[in-house]
């Protein structure tokens, strides 16, 4: 098994699925690092506790949850700088992996490897990374655990990933597909210091698909628009990282076909969209960050298991009610869920309560006292559902 994979079906044929996972959070030459920099372009960049928590979490369920008959899960390979280097347990094979550091040089040897392994008509590229970048132009750079090491280059550092993208029509893999799960603002400081000639490590050259390639169909889904923020969270798994991974649950799937719940490209970057304007889940950073994609095809990217699970949206037609009731769902699960009306000396919650519900019928009811039991029967089914109890 090459350094940087974590698995690998030695048996897999040419129609499989390659995938190439990077959380980038220790940063060495950043305030806080072990030999911090002063050069003008790292004003502001920090080190970051979230992207190696949203790339275990990416490369975990890629391993036990991702299906696609036609194209298994073949290889994937893990890089990390995190504060406190872990082992990445295997979920299937509970068999602990060291994990090698998310330098550019390690990046780019990765990424060589992940190419050449998807170098198939059948196969499918998956590409996730989750750290800090910076927008120049309408170009973005992804920043390396080891950026500013080069002061007089420090884009060095990092890795060019329009080019990473341009440069994949010389890979013959039909299907790919690309998370960046990071900031896209633009950089003056950068800019100013070190121009716009070298925007990162090209790692695969090129620009058009060659004569005799299967034609390409690539999506690439960015955590949010150009020149703007990407939202993290201090010590969990990242907001578009969370909505990417509960939308494979069943949000972002839909079964127009047959009776299997499929999730594609498209419907993916709805269904994150969706999540990210929701109080419920994104709390106060609702609407901080808007996923986007400027290229994309729509093709099926994974196959649920079993029946979808969706989130349930259920409030009071006037959200001050919200702060004092108590909601209850029956009907699909083992037992009742219920959420006890809040605190009543604390701050007033108007949110609406959000379960995350298998498909199928329930009963949602709103209890605000003796003379106000509120009641509605609902269908959970993709992408969500939203409900809204009156008074009597």
């Keep these: 098994m090459a350094a940087f994979t974590v698995h690998l079906d030695e048996n897999a044929g040419p129609a499989s699925t390659h995938a190439v996972v990077i959380g980038v959070g220790a940063y060495t030459h950043l305030n806080g690092g072990p030999s911090p920099t002063d050069h003008p372009g790292a004003v502001g960049l920090r080190q970051l506790s979230s992207p190696p928590l949203s790339a275990r979490a990416f490369a975990t369920w890629m391993i036990d949850q991702y299906h696609d008959e036609g194209r298994p899960l073949a290889s994937l390979a893990l890089l990390l700088s995190e504060a ?14 060291v994990v090698e550091s998310a330098t550019i040089d390690n990046i780019v040897d990765a990424i060589e490897e992940w190419k050449d392994r998807g170098d198939h008509d059948e196969a499918r590229l998956v590409f996730y990374f989750c750290g800090h970048g910076v927008s120049l132009g309408t170009d973005s750079s992804l920043l390396a655990a080891d950026m500013f090491a080069d002061r007089n280059s420090p884009l060095n550092g990092a890795l060019h990933f329009e080019a990473l993208v341009r ?17 896209r603002e633009g950089s003056d400081a950068l800019v100013n210091t070190v121009g716009r000639d070298t925007l990162g490590r090209v790692v695969v050259g090129g620009n058009l698909r060659p004569a005799g390639f299967d034609p390409r169909m690539h999506a690439v889904l960015y955590s949010t628009m150009l020149r703007a923020t990407a939202v993290g969270r201090a010590g969990g798994v990242s907001l578009f990282t969370d909505a990417l991974l509960r939308s494979f649950d069943g949000s972002g799937s839909e079964n127009t076909e047959d009776d299997v719940w499929r999730v594609t490209t ?17 709390g106060t950073l609702v609407n901080a960050s808007t996923p986007t994609s400027n290229e994309s095809f729509e093709f099926d990217f994974h196959e649920l298991r079993g029946d979808p699970v969706v989130p349930v949206y259920i409030g009071c037609t006037d959200p001050e009610d919200n702060a004092r009731a108590e909601f209850i769902c029956k009907g699909n699960i083992p037992e009742p869920l219920h959420r006890p009306p809040p605190d009543p000396d604390g701050e007033p919650d108007l949110r609406e309560w959000a379960p995350f519900l298998p498909f199928g019928e329930y009963t949602v009811e709103a209890v605000l006292g003796p003379e106000d039991q509120r009641s509605k029967s609902l269908d959970a089914r993709p992408p969500f559902f939203r409900v809204r109890l009156a008074r009597p």
């Design 167 to 183: 440069g994949l029509n010389n890979c013959r893999a039909a299907q790919q597909v690309f998370f960046v799960d990071a900031c």
């Design 84 to 97: 406190a280097p872990t082992p990445f347990v295997h979920p299937k094979t509970q068999v602990n992996h």
């Design 266 to 282: 498209l419907n993916l970057l709805r269904s994150t969209v969706r999540f990210m304007q929701e109080p419920s889940f994104a």
